[in-house]
């Protein structure tokens, strides 16, 4: 399986967002290695010129992620949100998931009661998969993206009622 430009795409967006220093990733022969040092190297020796990219290179390498792939729609109820909910944002863009495999029940549902700890979606760039918590004790009010859509860094997926 060859990686595809989007792939790549996504990789850098996700690194220039996270506070790693460096990521270097081979599939099929292709070699991306990104980090924030840029004077760093690949551990092999000096990394040829069209797989080294620096972090402060990286915003320019990457494209932005178009709007229509950020989850735009509400999955649950709509309208305006009072002022002590608290909104459960993505940690890096990815696919949303709200259960952990395909026909299996959802990690958390509207009207669930969750502890700070509580997991409650995970995001997926490239097979690499990230717990979301819901970082607050309270109730499911809203669940605010569709299932398997793409969300962007910082996009509200649910809001918890503290309680």
């Given at each position: 399986?060859?990686p ?15 506070e ?43 494209a ?42 959802p ?57």
């Amino acid at each position: 399986m060859e990686p595809k430009a989007s792939d790549i795409t996504a990789l850098v967006e996700l690194f220039a967002s996270s506070e790693w220093d460096e990521l270097h990733i081979e599939i099929d022969g292709l070699q991306l290695f990104l980090s924030t040092d840029p004077n760093a190297r690949l551990a092999s020796g000096p990394a040829p010129a069209a797989t080294a990219v620096s972090a402060a290179s990286a915003p320019m390498v990457a494209a932005p992620v178009a709007p229509a792939a950020v989850a735009a729609t509400p999955a649950s109820g709509g309208g305006p949100v009072p002022s002590h909910w608290v909104a459960v944002t993505a940690p890096n863009l990815g696919t949303f998931y709200r259960s952990p495999k395909p026909g299996a029940a959802p990690y958390v549902t509207v009207g669930q009661t969750v502890t700070a700890d509580s997991e409650v979606c995970l995001l997926e760039v490239m097979k690499l998969f990230t717990t979301v918590r819901a970082g607050t004790a309270g109730i499911v009010r809203r669940i605010c993206v569709e299932d398997a859509v793409m969300v962007d860094y910082g996009a509200v997926l649910f809001y918890i009622e503290p309680g």
